[in-house]
């Protein structure tokens, strides 16, 4: 069994689930300027840092550069960024966590959007910042996990 080529019809998802569920993993490519595909690929190696890489390459096909808004592609298994999106590594391997659990979300039949998902997602992105900041031994990694996650606390209290 192949995986799909998109992710769409009520086959494909199936099919997509069931290879997931057997330990299917893509071969994650990045495409872009050389310089979105630069931050990118220093936004994987912290994702790497943090042991999550496996999961990510299980749900996400492509980081493909766009001009226009930062999003998942649910149905081409893909995340879509724009040059902003990638400028701060830490973030951006933070976002790329937070999609994942999207599109996993997606693969399992889930409400993958809307408020109870948006914030399930976001729960995903801070855990994955607690985890590179504990595993990182760089010291400006772990300071910009801190400032990231008071931004996300500074932020959650503004509701």
Known sequence: MEFP?????KREVKTAR???????KHNL??????NFEQKVNEALEL??????????RT???K???????TQLRETEVEIWANKFAVENPVDAASLFIQKTNHMKEYLEGELYYGGNAEKRSVEKRIKFLEVLKEKSQDKSVKEECARLLQMWEDSATDF
């Open 18 to 24: 069931e290879l997931v569920n057997k330990g299917y």
């Open 47 to 56: 994702v790497k840092t943090a042991r999550y890489y496996e999961l990510l």
């Open 63 to 69: 980081i493909m550069e766009i001009d226009g808004l």
């Open 5 to 9: 080529e998109r992710v769409y019809t």
């Open 59 to 61: 749900y996400i096909r």
């Open 29 to 34: 490519t990045v495409e872009g300027s050389p």
